[in-house]
């Protein structure tokens, strides 16, 4: 895929998102539903390739941009997560003090429950690639209790999950 | 309050945004730390500002609040250098990761890992739908709200394959107009 169409893609998948993993919707229906240049597969690879390091969890939309465009398209996945950013600039000179107003931290809320049911929407196929059989389920369960209810780093569980993939095989 | 040198500004960016683990609010707490206590580069209100607009800010939050927070120390060089030291290492091992999964995936151990790791990533992501709910189920009237706003976003995604920005645009207009406190 072009780099300029994929900045575009993502661009508009980060701009429309208020945090990390908001932008994973839009993102899914634009590489996977529509342009069908990824699989549900590396999509969940490139989740796990922005959580796996440092850093934002925002930053596996580089891995989907890789995923797309090569190392072209990885640039233009940087230059997705960076763009917006840059709106806080002109926002902390005229938005300073309206962040009080009621109606307008209420649209906020409005869009963050919003972006949940897209988020449950957007895992329901991601969770039926990867459940291939009970052990798979389990970690599932798993991972959902650990994060949801304690403060273990998500890095941790991913490599986790990963060793006990190994060690089933094993 | 003596504005301190651009090296210094990016390189504590540097050794704190590619150092911690666990996503914005991580990285955040830990820049509060450098920036306000240690240094004293900017003041409790500043840090509060650039948190609170970074949060409605579109895209990744933490990458809004460095380029805040470099502006307000650096001016815009600040803000270039925060956004870029924040993200660059980062997304240079993301790739890293990634290209290796392309070159091992036919690798059956490499495959055996990467499954393990795909169900962690589904649990994730549920566990993201739960806290993102959870802060506004703090009272019937609340729980019956958040509920009704995120129902209907995920019976317009699910079931009617409404596409995700006018599902946003409808949840803002009826936070606007139904306000929740």
């Known amino acids: 895929m072009n780099a300029l169409v994929i900045y575009a893609l993502l661009l508009k998948a980060t701009c429309t998102s208020f945090s990390g993993l908001a932008s994973l919707p839009l993102i899914r229906e634009d590489f996977v539903v529509k342009r069908h240049a990824l699989t549900d597969q590396q999509l969940n690879t490139a989740v796990f390739a922005g959580r796996a390091g440092p850093g934002p969890n925002g930053i596996y939309v580089v891995s989907v941009g890789y995923f797309a465009g090569g190392l072209p398209g990885a640039a233009a ?35 963050i429950l919003g972006t ?55 | 309050m003596e504005k301190p040198a651009l090296a210094r500004v990016a390189n504590a960016f540097l050794r704190i945004g590619n150092t ?21 580069w900017i003041t409790q209100e500043d840090y509060a500002i650039a948190f609170s607009l970074a949060r409605i800010t579109p895209g990744t939050n933490v ?22 030291a924040e993200t660059v290492p980062s997304a240079a091992i993301a ?6 999964y392309e070159a091992w995936r036919g690798n059956p151990w490499v495959h055996a890992a990467i499954a393990g790791a795909a169900a962690a990533v589904a649990g994730m992501m549920f566990a993201s739908v739960w806290l993102l709910l959870r802060p506004h189920l703090r009272s019937m009237r609340q729980a019956l709200r958040a509920m009704l706003f995120f129902a209907a976003a995920f019976i317009a995604a699910w079931e009617f394959r409404v596409t995700p920005l006018p599902i946003i645009g409808a949840a803002a207009l009826a936070g606007f107009l139904w306000k929740d406190e």
Do not use: H, N, Y
Request: proline share 2%; with cysteine; charged share 15%.
């Open chain 1, 77 to 111: 996945g940087l230059l997705a997560v960076i763009t917006p950013a840059f709106l806080i600039l002109p926002m902390m000179r005229w938005l300073k003090g309206r962040t009080e107003s009621a109606r307008v931290r209420s649209a906020i809320r409005g869009v």
């Open chain 1, 116 to 170: 949940a049911g897209l988020l449950l929407a957007a895992s329901l196929p991601l969770a039926r690639d990867a459940v291939v059989g009970s052990l798979t389920l389990g970690i599932v369960v798993a991972t959902f209790l650990i994060l949801s209810f304690t403060k273990v780093d998500s890095a941790w569980v991913m490599f986790a999950a990963a060793l006990v993939g190994l060690m089933a095989r094993g």
């Open chain 2, 20 to 40: 911690t683990f666990g996503g914005g609010d991580t990285t955040q707490a830990a820049l509060q730390r450098e920036f306000v206590d240690r240094q004293g």
């Open chain 2, 63 to 84: 990458v809004a609040f460095c380029a805040a927070i470099g502006a307000r120390v650096a001016g815009w060089r600040g803000a270039v250098a925060g956004a870029l």
């Open chain 2, 95 to 100: 790739v890293a990761i990634t290209w290796g």
